[in-house]
């Protein structure tokens, strides 16, 4: 049945608004949230790692060691300064041989010397791909499978889904993976052996993005594209099983909400098509969905270092996680920082989206 103001074409202009500009002032506000909430994480791990019951001396030179050459290692790492002195040493408030943090440098590694910076840019991106590979899957999965659920609540595909949702996340990811090589490399040969990104033989291009998919298309190298795919798959499938479940119930909860909505029962009173009413639902169950999958993101970038871990990828998860075995105060304040910092620049990415989709946030 037509509304009163026209047809149904009427009806397709009145909810599908025009888009509105860039909310320059709320990126501006969330930016100078981000750098508080930076600084409050910064000076948070500073002072936490310090009073930590741990004397990295003595992990350095051995417990064995004289007391002249424990005092000389104490120095030369700056830790016989007063605390405060070494904040300002760290944030580069202080002249010193090294630039500190607000002249972009995190300073060098005290069991490597080599710069924080090139470490964490060597092994961040090999996290980074390992992530965004499996929620680019996990997304094209759970979008189609969450729709079909909230379309058809008695349906098949609800069921299965809400059984797989349980069933995947009733166990750790690492666990996952371990079944997944004993099943796909050990017995049925399918998967290549958990031994890095590569074969050991195989020389890796040079790297451009620290991405080996996007560096081997660069240089043109076919073979070694295939090849790290090959190695991905099965880490890949690990994460995306766990992060599907969760994605799909966010998915087909929120369609469902909309489309009990008025402006949804409106739609269809209208005579609009199904695809334009499942276009329109979808608009509005997907924004609230963004802040899930920012939120898992954030997540998966230190959660997913027991899956490096079970596979030997090797990315920024297990160089977190031998800094603090090491107690390599430099690493630990740059791996921190530096993933909160990206944590932060997601979130404002997604914020801007949701705003742009639904400007009654910017209120």
Do not use: C
């Not at 069991?111 to 060597?122: D, F, G, M, P, R």
């Not at 499942?278 to 609230?288: K, N, V």
Request: glycine share 8%.
């Amino acid at each position: 049945m037509w509304g009163p103001e026209g047809s149904g074409p009427h009806i397709a202009h009145m909810i599908r608004k025009e888009r509105e500009p860039v909310p320059w002032g709320y990126i501006a506000k969330r930016l100078a949230t981000g750098v508080v909430q930076l600084l409050g994480v910064t000076l948070a791990v500073f002072f936490l790692i310090r009073l930590l019951p741990a004397d990295p001396v003595a992990r350095l030179v051995g417990f064995n060691a004289s007391d002249v050459v424990y005092d000389q290692a104490r120095a030369s790492l700056g830790l016989d300064q007063p605390v405060l002195r070494q904040l300002g040493l760290f944030l580069g408030f202080f002249p010193s041989d090294q630039s500190g943090l607000l002249q972009g440098d995190l300073g060098k590694s005290w069991v490597t010397n080599e710069s924080i910076i090139s470490e964490i840019l060597h092994f961040f991106p090999i996290t980074l791909e390992l992530i965004t590979i499996s929620f680019m899957v996990a997304i094209l999965i759970a979008i189609p499978i969450g729709m079909i659920s909230a379309f058809r609540p008695n349906g098949r595909v609800n069921r299965v889904t809400f059984v797989y949702g349980l069933f995947a996340g009733a166990q750790p990811e690492f666990w996952w993976g371990l079944v997944f090589i004993y099943v796909f490399f050990f017995r049925l040969g399918w998967a290549p052996a958990p031994l890095g990104r590569l074969r050991p033989l195989t020389d890796a291009p040079d790297s451009v993005t620290g991405f080996l998919t996007i560096d081997s298309l660069l240089a043109g190298r076919l073979d070694v594209f295939f090849e790290s795919l090959y190695h991905l798959w099965l880490p890949v499938m690990t994460l995306v099983l766990i992060l599907s479940g969760p994605i799909i119930k966010m998915i087909r909860q929120n369609m469902l909400r909309v489309l009990e909505s008025d402006f949804i029962l409106y739609a269809r009173a209208s005579g609009l098509p199904s695809r334009t009413i499942a276009t329109y639902t979808f608009r509005s169950a997907f924004a609230p969905t963004l802040t899930l999958l920012g939120i898992l993101y954030g997540f998966m970038l230190g959660g997913a270092v027991l899956v490096e871990q079970v596979f030997s990828i090797g990315g920024l998860g297990q160089y977190s996680v031998r800094s603090i075995l090491q107690f390599d105060y430099p690493a630990i304040q740059g791996v921190v920082l530096v993933i909160t910092a990206f944590s932060l620049l997601l979130y404002l990415a997604l914020d801007v989206i949701h705003a742009v989709l639904d400007p009654r946030v910017r209120r």
